[in-house]
């Protein structure tokens, strides 16, 4: 695609989220704010639009997803980068071992994102991702590496050398990207500004963004 200067790239967490709390409509004016490309990849596009078009229980939040496809507000990157998809997703799911076995830690979608983001050979661009193990992963493994240990109750053991593949990735989630929509007045509620700010990143959060309550007091 000719003319890449800016752009997000959607992994479907952070799809998901924005559709479970009414939130799609902010992505075409965000998106003229911003003023460059909201891409997902093959993958994530089947698992927002095309699986769930296919399950009764999904299918209205997938045709309002596919409507933004249709209108050209997220756009489909053709998979080019299949060979380091695949090269990533290997070494991430080689990375963290438990009684002698790897844990699987990351999908198709999010290494097809996170190649993407290397094949772009652009300075503005980042990884929207509500997952934890992802953001992790890409900020803080070590921070990754205990809470595994949290999770799973044993101990954890890492290949270190392997975190340097998914270091200097620029992670954002939806809450950013909804504050930045109430900012700039593209979400309009009734209430006291805190109040809404409030209702935002905790509807955010108990709908799969991966959120702290301490960082949700800090922002407020």
């Known amino acids: 695609m000719p003319n890449i200067n800016k752009a997000l790239i959607f992994d479907a967490s952070s799809i998901i989220t924005l559709a479970l709390n009414d939130l799609l409509h902010i992505l075409e004016p965000l998106k003229r704010k911003f003023g460059g490309h909201f891409f997902i990849t093959e993958e994530v596009k089947y698992e927002v639009i095309d699986k769930p078009l296919q399950e009764k229980r999904f299918m209205l939040e997938a045709l309002f997803i596919k409507k933004l496809y249709d ?76 809470l595994l240990e949290l999770k799973l109750h044993r101990k954890i053991h890492s290949v270190e050398k392997n975190y340097n593949y998914f270091r200097n990735i620029n992670i954002i989630r ?45 922002l407020l």
């Open 174 to 218: 939806s809450s950013e990207l909804a504050l930045m929509a109430h900012k700039y007045g593209f979400i309009d509620l009734p209430g006291k500004k805190q109040e809404v700010i409030m209702a935002i990143l905790y509807a955010a959060k108990f709908n799969g963004c991966a959120i702290s309550n301490q960082e949700i007091e800090t």
């Open 71 to 146: 209108d050209g507000v997220l756009e489909l990157y053709k998979n080019s980068h299949l060979k380091e998809k695949t090269m990533l997703g290997n070494i991430a799911n080689l990375t963290f071992i438990s009684d002698g076995e790897f844990i699987r830690i990351m999908h198709s979608g999010e290494t097809s994102c996170i190649a993407l983001y290397n094949e772009l050979k652009i300075e503005k661009k980042a990884v929207v991702v509500d997952e934890r193990t992802t953001r992790v992963l890409c900020e803080a493994p070590n921070n990754l590496k205990r």
